[in-house]
């Protein structure tokens, strides 16, 4: 907790223009971040040029090159890095595998939905254009899936960054899950 506090007081600081909270928060974050991204790049080919360590440097470079952001916390700071995260992997994703990108079926569990993608493309575009969709429908559940499959953000944490309660999280993350899975799976439903 202390060490969250920390990484919090040195967000707000940066954001006041304190370089050397920068220089204080880089090793406490750099790590966190990477543990992140190694979730999403661990079943990936070792010829990928996008590896854990090059996906947390990309997020992170665009992460300091914000000057208009005011870090109010960590969970903050991590649910952006999130958002990050999720754009640098479905550009590249749709970029690696523009021409083999077909019609297929996606085959997705429920637990799937819940946890990193498996380090298929094919899957990372597929929960992206769900979650373009849910965006249309329900903007905070879109969010919401952004922040825990991408950030790896806890309960406790996602209702933090979007300012609502653990139970509205909870009950808002398993309707977002039944969606996405339909959607995944090709069962389509009336709306």
């Known amino acids: 907790m202390a060490v969250s506090l920390g990484v919090t007081q040195m967000l707000m600081d940066w954001s006041n223009g304190d370089k050397q909270a920068l220089d204080k928060l880089t090793p406490l974050i750099y790590s966190e971040l990477h543990s992140i991204a190694s979730r999403y790049t661990r079943n990936e080919h070792p010829s990928n040029p996008l590896q854990a360590t090059a996906l947390v440097n990309e997020a992170y470079l665009r992460m300091i090159d914000q000057t208009r952001v005011h870090w109010r916390d960590r969970a ?32 997705f569990s429920l637990d799937e939905v819940c946890l990193p993608f498996k380090g298929r493309s094919e899957d990372l575009l597929a929960v992206d254009d769900a979650l373009d969709s849910l965006a249309r429908i329900d903007p905070r559940q879109s969010r919401m899936v952004e922040l825990r499959f991408f950030g790896g953000l806890t309960i406790e944490q996602t209702a933090e960054v979007l300012d609502i309660s653990p139970a509205t999280v909870k009950r808002d993350w398993n309707m977002a899950k039944a969606w996405l899975y339909r959607e995944l799976s090709g069962g389509r439903g009336e709306a």
């Not at 995260?85 to 085959?107: C, T």
């Open 76 to 107: 903050h700071f991590f649910g952006v890095a999130a958002q990050m995260m999720r754009r640098i992997l479905v550009d590249h994703a749709r970029s690696r595998d523009a021409a083999k990108r077909g019609g297929g079926e996606y085959q």
